[in-house]
């Protein structure tokens, strides 16, 4: 984008910025934003009410509250992200500061903020209700008996262990990025020969001087500073959509399960 020899990995952002790939942009993420709203509604009819029955089989109390809270919060900050990824699609970024900029800022905020608490009160309630299906003080109850089967699935286990691996680890593994690049480019500059430097010119003088003449040159300072945050930007939001890839068992499991009544 903007015609920047060597960036690899630019901003997602920055993808819909000039024609033709701003209409693909606006295109390509307002259908998945519409899919992913799809998707969560679809969530909301086959598999919440076997999870709201699995929560309502304890005696009323706090407990009991906060898991109803848990599950309501499943797809209010599910529909919040499925809005921003509309948002920030069909508002593209501009060349300057505009209130469409702003607007799709708040998008891009708003699919964060929905998928990320969406992910960990859905990793807490899963948790919450897996255990509760296999325990011997509710093998009896039959509010748990569809839970129960859900959760002895083992594709369900299996995706359900994932998700809790990429809320825990994914994203401490795509943080180190940027620390990794620091290190890379640390090492290359104390591996380059100081004859080149000026001579009496400080490291500070020296860095400051390359920034105003790349900048001269309409080329950005630190290509591979800004391929490593492009890298790690296109990471989380890959986290994300594998994330909610994996509801597809789930919607399966649960279809299966209502066709069979």
């Known amino acids: 984008p903007r015609g920047i020899a060597g960036l690899i990995f630019p901003a997602i952002s920055e993808l819909g910025v000039g024609q033709p790939e701003k209409f693909l942009y606006q295109c390509g993420f307002a259908f998945g934003g519409i899919f992913m709203g799809a998707g969560i509604w679809l ?35 599910g529909y919040l992200a499925a809005f921003g990824v509309i948002l920030q699609g069909v508002l593209t970024l501009e060349t300057t500061v505009t209130l469409q900029c702003v607007l799709h800022w708040v998008g891009a905020m708003c699919f964060m903020l929905g998928g ?7 990793d807490q309630l899963y948790e919450i209700l897996q255990h509760r299906a296999f325990a011997r003080e509710f093998a009896t109850n039959r509010n748990v008996r569809e839970s129960r089967r859900f959760f002895a699935n083992s ?44 001579a009496g010119e400080t490291f500070a003088e020296a860095a400051a001087d390359e920034v105003t003449a790349a900048s001269g040159r309409n080329m950005p300072a630190d290509l591979t500073t800004m391929n490593m945050m492009g890298m790690m930007q296109w990471g989380i939001i890959l986290q994300f959509a594998i994330y909610f890839l994996t509801y597809a068992v789930d919607l399966c499991m649960a279809a299966c399960m209502v066709t069979e009544r």
């Open 155 to 198: 594709w369900v286990r299996l995706v359900t262990k994932f998700r809790h691996l990429i809320i825990t680890y994914a994203s401490l593994f795509l943080f180190a990025i940027p620390i990794l690049s620091q290190i890379s480019s640390a090492m290359m500059g104390s591996s380059s020969s100081p004859a080149t430097e000026p």
């Open 116 to 122: 990320l608490n969406h992910a960990r009160v859905a």
């Open 43 to 77: 969530y909301a009819l086959l598999v919440y009410p076997m999870l709201y029955d699995a929560c309502t089989a304890t005696p009323d109390g706090p407990h009991k509250v906060e898991e109803l809270s848990l599950l309501s919060r499943i797809l209010k900050w």
